[in-house]
């Protein structure tokens, strides 16, 4: 940590928690409603190629309505809608139907705070702190959404891309050349494996989704951390389809999507990516 009192550094760290479990709170609102967003603009824009006339529906994004019960729609007043507490105080349930409320809410908002403490904690620097904190929140959100739908949102991909660019254009984390050919390799790889996979099997085993979650931590964690998240999420994602086929609680033939593995990867190369790689490449020399 920087060199400063330690009272300081302890309400440093305390805020930084604070405030991932706000961010936590938000991350909910963007895990449920973009991919709802989603469908209704491809809905639309289907429709208008179509010819066919649109229907206006209600407002509908990340800021309106405002949070509501999602069983009797009755909107959640503010002290009701206190991170982690208030759905440990109300024992999970709704104030006023009394319906169970999903763990996942406080789960999300504790692995947002938990994620912001440990990134405070571990990076001296503030602009990668909050660099880190920005990347941990996006993996998050990108993993649940396609762990519910099957759907890694451009909207999220793309800026987070562009962001690990820039951030990089300081040395935040990497130079901007290993950010730059992080991005191009992280693409390109996944696409060279859809491509051989479809040529083989006549199937699609990845989504473009892939490809761009990839692109984006290539641009956030450099090149060399690529391999490392390869076989991470590889690996990972082998185990737990293993797993769920041997229990049977999914189907072989069932898709499993691949970004949740990739975004664990991802947080496992911010956390100890340097330190793997510093001993793989001593290994090397060693050798």
């Not at 302890?10 to 936590?24: N, S």
């Not at 729609?73 to 991170?83: C, D, G, M, R, Y």
């Not at 904690?121 to 739908?149: E, K, N, T």
């Not at 085993?205 to 490392?228: C, I, P, Q, R, T």
Request: proline share 6%; glycine share 10%; net charge neutral.
């Amino acid at each position: 940590m920087i060199d400063v009192p330690a009272r300081l550094t302890a309400w440093y760290l305390v805020t930084a928690g604070i405030l991932g479990l706000v961010v936590g709170s938000f991350l909910n609102v963007v895990i449920y409603r973009l991919p709802r967003m989603l469908e209704t603009r491809w809905r639309r824009d289907c429709a208008e190629l179509g010819g066919a006339a649109t229907e206006t529906g209600p407002v509908f994004n990340l800021a309106y309505p405002g949070s509501h019960c999602p069983r009797c729609a009755h909107p959640i007043p503010p002290w009701a809608n206190v991170p982690v507490l208030s759905w440990m105080l109300l024992r999970g349930r709704c104030h006023f139907c009394h319906q169970a409320i999903s763990v996942r809410y406080p789960l999300v908002e504790l692995a947002a705070g938990i994620g912001a403490f440990l990134c405070a904690f571990g990076f001296d620097h503030p602009l990668q702190a909050i660099g880190a904190m920005v990347l941990v929140w996006m993996l998050i959100a990108l993993a649940l959404i396609d762990f519910d739908h099957q759907v890694l949102p451009d909207s999220i991909t793309l800026p987070g891309l562009w962001l690990g660019l820039v951030l990089n254009s300081f040395d935040t984390f990497v130079t901007l050349r290993s950010a730059l050919w992080g991005a191009i390799a992280g693409y390109l790889f996944l696409w060279a494996v859809y491509q051989a996979f479809r040529l083989l099997t006549g199937k699609e085993g990845l989504g473009y989704g892939d490809f761009k979650l990839l692109a984006l931590l290539g641009a956030w964690l450099g090149a060399m951390s690529l391999v490392l998240i390869i076989l991470a999420a590889s690996a990972i994602g082998a185990l737990t389809g293993i797993g769920l086929i041997a229990t049977g609680r999914h189907k072989r033939e069932e898709p499993l999507p691949f970004g949740p593995f990739l975004a664990g990867a991802g947080i496992l190369a911010l956390a100890f990516g340097p330190h793997l790689i510093a001993l793989w490449l001593t290994g090397l020399h060693a050798s």
